[in-house]
C-alpha cells in the first residue's frame, strides 16, 4: 500500500463532470508524482479549473473516480486537507485587513498553533517578498501583489500538496517569472505542485505537463516529449559559411545518425536544420563528420528549442482526439 501511494500521488481515471447536459470534464486519467510540479495547460474554458476542483474535492465527479494521497477527495476529513494547499484564481482574502492580519486568520482557519503562527507567517511574508507591506490593506496592494498573499496564505499550513490555479493570469511577465522561481523553490523543498496556465511557455518549468482542451485531455508529456512530438524528432541548428553549405549537406545527408535536413526559410546563408533522433548523442558526431573537412567552416551548432507558442499550435493542429489512457498514466 505504502509502494503505491508513492507511485501515485493523484489518481484520475475516466472522470467526467456534467453541468446540466454539458461535459464540462469529459473522460479524463493520469498519474501525478509525488515531488514534480504538474502543469496542466489549455486555453480558456477548457476544464483546467474544474478539473483541479475535482482533484481538491469541490466538485464531485459524474462519472469515474479521483484519488488524491490515497483516498477519494470528496470525503477529506480535516486532517487529510491540512496536507493540501490551494490557491484559487480569484483574490479570496479580505481587502479591508492588512497583509499581516490575512495571514493570522489564514493560520486561524488552518490550526496553525500560536507558538508556531508568527515564525510561519514571517519566514512566508519574506519568501513572497510581502515583508514591507504587512501593515498595508490587502484591497491597497497591487494584484501581482495580492497573487502572492494568496500564495502564502496557501502555504501556511506547510502542506505536501499545493493546487496554484492561474496564478500569473494577466500579471507581467517579469512577476510571472518570479512565480515559477518560487514553485522551484517549493519543489526544492519537497513539496508537490499542481499548477494551471493559459501561457503555453510556462510549460517549460514543469516536470510533465497535461494538454487540455473542450474539456478532453490531449496528452500528458514533459516539456522535451512535446516539443518531440511537434517536430518529430530532435532537431539541430548547423549554421556554416555560405560557400561551405554544399558540401557540409553532402557530408550530414550521408552520415547514419541523421533523418532529414532542411534548410529554413528567413535564417542566416548558411543555416540547415539537422532532424535526429537523440540530439545529445549526435550532436558530439555530426561536429566530428564536419571538422573531418578541414575546408568547411562551422559556424554554430546547437539544439534547436522552439518557443513553446509555436509548439502548442502545431499541437493542436494534429491533435483530434482526446490521449488514450495508457499514454496518460505514463
Known amino acids: 500500500?505504502?509502494?503505491?501511494?508513492?507511485?501515485?500521488?493523484?489518481?484520475?481515471?475516466?472522470?467526467?463532470?456534467?453541468?446540466?447536459?454539458?461535459?464540462?470534464?469529459?473522460?479524463?486519467?493520469?498519474?501525478?508524482?509525488?515531488?514534480?510540479?504538474?502543469?496542466?495547460?489549455?486555453?480558456s474554458g477548457?476544464?483546467?479549473?474544474?478539473?483541479?476542483?475535482?482533484?481538491?474535492?469541490?466538485?464531485?465527479?459524474?462519472?469515474?473516480?479521483?484519488?488524491?494521497?490515497?483516498?477519494?477527495?470528496?470525503?477529506?476529513?480535516?486532517?487529510?486537507?491540512?496536507?493540501?494547499?490551494?490557491?484559487?484564481?480569484?483574490?479570496v482574502l479580505y481587502p479591508n485587513l492588512n497583509v499581516l492580519e490575512n495571514m493570522r486568520f489564514a493560520a486561524s482557519m488552518y490550526g496553525v498553533s500560536l507558538t508556531k503562527r508568527r515564525k510561519r507567517i514571517d519566514e512566508l511574508l519574506d519568501f513572497v517578498e510581502l515583508d514591507q507591506a504587512r501593515k498595508t490593506l490587502a484591497g491597497n496592494i497591487s494584484g501581482g501583489m495580492q497573487r502572492r498573499l494568496q500564495l502564502a496564505a496557501a502555504l501556511v499550513h506547510e502542506p505536501e500538496l499545493l493546487f496554484v490555479d492561474e496564478p500569473t493570469a494577466g500579471i507581467d511577465p517579469v512577476l510571472r517569472g518570479r512565480f515559477w522561481d518560487q514553485f522551484q523553490e517549493l519543489k526544492a523543498m519537497g513539496k508537490s505542485l499542481v499548477v494551471t496556465t493559459q501561457y503555453v511557455n510556462e510549460v517549460a518549468y514543469c516536470d510533465r505537463v497535461a494538454v487540455m482542451r473542450d474539456g478532453q485531455l490531449l496528452l500528458v508529456d514533459t516539456p522535451d516529449g512535446l516539443r518531440r512530438r511537434a517536430l518529430g524528432s530532435d532537431v539541430l541548428t548547423i549554421r556554416?559559411?555560405?560557400?561551405?553549405?554544399?558540401?557540409?549537406?553532402?557530408?550530414?545527408?550521408?552520415?547514419?545518425?541523421?533523418?532529414?535536413?532542411?534548410?529554413?526559410h528567413n535564417a542566416p546563408l548558411g543555416s540547415m536544420m539537422v532532424y535526429v533522433d537523440d540530439a545529445s548523442t549526435a550532436l558530439p558526431e555530426l561536429i566530428a563528420a564536419l571538422n573531418s573537412d578541414p575546408t568547411i567552416d562551422t559556424r554554430q551548432v546547437g539544439e534547436y528549442n522552439p518557443p513553446f507558442d509555436d509548439i502548442f499550435i502545431t499541437l493542436m493542429e494534429r491533435l483530434e482526439t482526446p490521449v488514450s489512457k495508457e499514454h496518460s498514466n505514463a
Not at 467526467?16 to 493520469?30: A, E, L, Y
Not at 555560405?242 to 533523418?259: G, K, P, T, Y
Open 240 to 264: 556554416v559559411d555560405a560557400e561551405d553549405l554544399r558540401n557540409a549537406v553532402r557530408i550530414l545527408s550521408r552520415h547514419q545518425l541523421v533523418l532529414g535536413i532542411e534548410r529554413p
Open 46 to 91: 477548457c476544464g483546467k479549473t474544474t478539473t483541479v476542483r475535482l482533484m481538491t474535492g469541490v466538485y464531485i465527479p459524474t462519472s469515474g473516480s479521483v484519488s488524491v494521497l490515497g483516498k477519494d477527495p470528496a470525503t477529506f476529513k480535516a486532517s487529510d486537507r491540512e496536507q493540501l494547499g490551494y490557491m484559487p484564481q480569484l483574490f
Open 1 to 43: 500500500m505504502q509502494a503505491h501511494a508513492v507511485q501515485s500521488l493523484i489518481q484520475l481515471q475516466q472522470v467526467t463532470k456534467r453541468f446540466g447536459d454539458r461535459d464540462v470534464v469529459r473522460d479524463v486519467s493520469w498519474n501525478i508524482q509525488p515531488g514534480e510540479i504538474f502543469g496542466i495547460v489549455g486555453p
